[in-house]
């Protein structure tokens, strides 16, 4: 892997906040190891060939930036406004390249000549914090994927076909018997099964509550 790496900070008026993250890199990679081991000692197992199995260097970027905001203490009746922190974080990741041809294609192909959907998400946070007595109680509100951004998994087959050539994103679908011997196949509406929700889950919204002492 090879890269480069720039970040931005900047404090305004000391309330407000912002920070960015760029990052550019290229990517390789290959098989390590031996493609052989045998089990006389006296003779030296084959590694494999750096050469034979070195894959093309790829190129990706990424961002990822956050500005954060607190209230003016005092702020609103009996100063219930003041001292809110708020942040809003915002990523987004170049996709992966690969390679596709529509089947009618007779042109020169090469291979990556595509790059996958982008992946982007933004969180939100709000936390205020209240002292009453010996004790802090500190109330929070956490919004994860806060646009309820979505990106495939890489797809294959006719699913892929259709994405790229007519804009149809994949379904899934079940078969029903409507009558005995006739069965007809719908979609399930399960629209998340095609979506890469380990990077992007549906929208998630988390009231916290913590208590300093």
Known sequence: MRGIEATVEKLFNGVWAARGVINWSLNSGGINGY?????????????HGFTET???????????????YVTPQGLGPAGLLGGISSSLYYEWFQGTDYTYYPDDYTGLQRPD????????????????????????P?????????????????????????????????????????TPGEWEQITDGNEWWFRNTMA????MIYLTLAVEL
Do not use: C
Request: charged share 30%; hydrophobic share 35%.
């Open 35 to 47: 493609w052989r081991y045998d089990e006389d000692d006296t003779k030296i197992n084959q590694p």
């Open 54 to 68: 070195k894959n093309t260097w790829l190129a990706a970027a990424a961002f990822k930036g956050d500005v954060s």
């Open 113 to 136: 000549n595509k790059r996958w959907d982008a992946h982007k998400r933004t969180d939100l946070k709000i936390t205020k914090r209240f002292d009453i007595g010996g004790i802090s």
């Open 138 to 178: 500190v109330l929070g509100l956490e919004v994860y994927n806060l646009f309820n951004n979505y990106e495939f998994r890489m797809l294959s087959g006719s699913s892929l076909d259709d994405y790229l050539e007519e804009g149809i994103e994949p379904e899934t679908s079940v078969w029903v018997q409507r």
């Open 200 to 203: 992007n889950p549906r929208r």
